[in-house]
């Protein structure tokens, strides 16, 4: 009885029915969502107790707690907040469930993995350990033996022992899946191997690359042993049973997407189109839309093909990188995203990460994300490459993970660096589908084969950009084979992934006594030559919900998944066949007396879409139906002008990015306010968009305004678009003042070689600050401005720089900036004020060309900086034309501004080329019925209410004006000066 009063003392009892045998589940409960951002006693219980089948499921919501999920568990773990109380007994979920009862066991901060585990077995049955500890002896043994060839990066007592390759079922044995879910295997080795990536054709027929030459079978001609297979469930029951080689003789193939009425795979070098033209499943047009792509590191090359929103193709590349010309234009760009046109006459660079990148995937609005294999899995790129003006530092793209560990559920992962991190961090992609448990919906996967996990990131916006905090996993195993490289909802709405299994991830570095405790050789494809790695096995599994065998859903613009809606808007065409004078892709020819006919169709699909567009009920398919309507020329000027007023952000956003950079894009994006969208993430997409436009008075007016606004200067991405569009637009509220640094040119030098006014300093103890070389160089060809240029030369790590102290006023606005270039650099080369810690962007390139790095700070309550010019790497930095600098206002040109003239406002309102307030008003009959008609307004408002309708549309929407929750006129303040502002309030108010 004692015993008992204890476990009441301390748990909460929740009436519930017993998983019936297999693993132990427990449900961990967080309701505070303290786990999201920091690890805690969950992820030590993960990792300890895995290999007992001791299995954690996460949730951070205790509303989430319904019977519905709670019947699946055997314990519920409740971490508790210091000084609070029990949110799930506070919430009331206690119920009665057959009888049996479930103990909600509090974790605290300090509870070890072994004190988590004897709860857990405190709250267990009798009978559920009995099933429990019967379900350990009937698994199928691991076989496990030493081998010299398992490295041991990790410097652990003794290496891992090699696991031998298990069976389908006894791998599923030790595979986590949600307990309200189940894994399904779908297809296996002798049918396939080692497969890559998956895509599914509109019958929803899964189609993989398999890479049996990986890494090391690169062959030049292309010519190898790899295959695309078609894998097809012909009887329903969820498991492939008919397989069709659609190409082979491939090499290396590392990603597919549907395009064209074909497919396009990336094989670096090339870029590939397959085609079949007869009906038989097999390709019979094979040609090559690109031979640009990096091959000198088989694990960092060009993957994850997408079709985007955009009606681009997306990607992603690795430190392979890309280096060519397509369509008349020289590119090269490594270590990130980039887009091309679907029959690959251009290409763009979109979003810069870092090392070797291997993700690529857009949430349901087309934001995009991408991510690193090593210490970076999920990145936002918020701001595209081509939009930065040359010479400008870009940041495309930011790291968004707030946690760093991975939560395996084993002890018995090896990686090669970042350990218990993301190492070989693989696929960004989000998990939209009605057929998924809510908790999971919007959140992105990240497959680490090294962890043996898919792990799940909570993406949720911040501002302009997004924050991924930590959701745990998806799927986990402690088998050493399963190895997750790709995951994706796929046509059924089901998560779908590719186990590579194999047991030798790792791919370099090379094994060295030093590192990884013996001697191996690199071979082809840079990585370590190794005979446990296999080429002969591989897995596709689904994650479904239990009990459950979804089947394809057709493509539909109403579909509930991403595959659903993109299969749908890819094949929705209608004008090209008319237009050509053909029919389909036979293009048989059309007979004159069915084109009238065929016109009829297609002014039917235009409205159909057009409809769904206007309809402004919040629907993922008029975002569809907007890029369809671009694509096919058909998206008019009030459809886009409705889209770019509508109620769902997602769908202003898009409709901004649809705009084109002529005049008519001009005169809606000014006509439609979305310059001042309340939204963050459509006013950032509005500020990209302006940077693509031709700079005319107007925007540098607008530019000049918004760029004086501090509360933009908060959000770190808005700050960077405005950073853009000062410098494309040459405007800006600010001006330089005197530039405080000596010698700034660098074009005196003092005897010791240095410039003169700058002193060296060195931080630490690194190896490479002693026989660090700084010297000015005088080198007027390969000077940025002048004749000289100061040279830093490192060939071991090294901390080290050369600083000026300069005098500050307090509380004063500073831009610090500098050009910087990098020669075989590891590190980081950037300017910083060793008081104050500001710090510019840092270049991190091995290889760049003269940069401008800068950052603006405010002096506080500090009156001295001392300036360093930063060398923290290995290699050669440069740096020239140095700058610190007071920022004063800008007075605008007319600094007198005298009483508002009605006749002058007069002519703003019917002529202005942005202002533009006819598109908007009626006044006298003429005009535009958008927003409230105009006669007699003064008579109606008093000047206040006009005056603030005029400066903050947003704050004063007409009375009963519903149409939008956003104003179409954007404040007149951003695009007038002010005299022209006087002119217009005066005619305002003489409209009485």
Known sequence: MKRLLVLLHFCALVSFTQAADGPIRVLYVDPYAIEQSTPGPLHEAMEALGREAIWFDYVNDDKQCKTDLLKHYDVVCERRKSDAPSKLNANGILATINGRVLRAIPVEDLNTAQEIREKVFAALLPERKVAWEAFLKIREPEKREANPNVANYEKRPEAITYQFP????????????????????????????????????????CWIAETRDYPHGYADNGEGHDTIKICEDTDGDGRADKFTVFADKLNLPTSLVFANGGLIITQPPRLIFLKDTNGDDKADVRKVLMDAWGVRDTHA???????????????????SGFKGTVGGKDMEFAMGTYRFRPDGSSIEFLHQFTNNAWAHSANEAGDQFGGTANGAPIFYGGIPNSVFPQGMRPVTARKINVVDKCHAITTNYRQVDVFGGYTSAAGSAFIESDRMPERFRGKAMVCEPTMK???????????????????MNLVASTDEWMSPVFAEVGPDGAVWFADWQNFIIQHNPTPSPERGGYKAETGPGGAHLNDLRDHARGRIYRVVTKGTNPKPAQPSLDGATQWSRLAAQQFTKFSTPVVRGTRGEGNTPIR?????????????????????VTANDGKLSALHALWILSREDALDEATHKVALLAKDARLRRNAVRALGDDSKSLALFFGTGVVSDPDPHTRLAAFVKLATFPTTPEIKTLVSRISSDATLKQDEWLADALRILTKKHGANAWKEGPNLLPNPGFEELAENGLPKGWMRRDYGRRPGNEKAEWKGTSAPDRAHGGQKFVRIITRDDADTSLYADVPLKPNTRYRLSAWVRAHALKGKVSLNDHIGRAETEKLTAKESDWVEVETIFDSKERTKASINLLHVAKGDGYFDDVKLCELLPVQDAEEKVLAGSAKRGEDIFWKHPVAACMNCHVLGGKGSPVGPALDGIASRKDEAYLWKSLIEPNAVLAEGYTATPVSPMPPMNLILKPQELEDIKAFILSLK
Not at 301 to 319: E, K, N
Request: glycine content about 8%; proline content about 5%.
């Open 166 to 205: 298990m069976s389908v079922k006894a791998s599923m044995q030790r595979t986590q899946v949600p307990a309200d879910m189940e894994l399904q295997l779908f297809a296996s080795e002798p049918d396939i191997a080692k497969p890559i990536a998956m895509a599914w054709d509109q019958r929803g027929r």
């Open 301 to 319: 090359q060009a993957s994850s093909l997408h079709y985007g929103i955009d009606d681009w193709i997306y990607g992603c590349v690795g430190y």
């Open 453 to 471: 996990v898919i792990a799940l990131m909570d993406v949720q916006p911040q501002g302009a950009g997004y924050v991924a905090k930590d959701y």
């Open 592 to 612: 004159p007396e069915d084109i009238d006919g065929l016109l009829t169709e297609v002014t039917k699909s235009v409205e159909a879409l057009k409809a769904r």
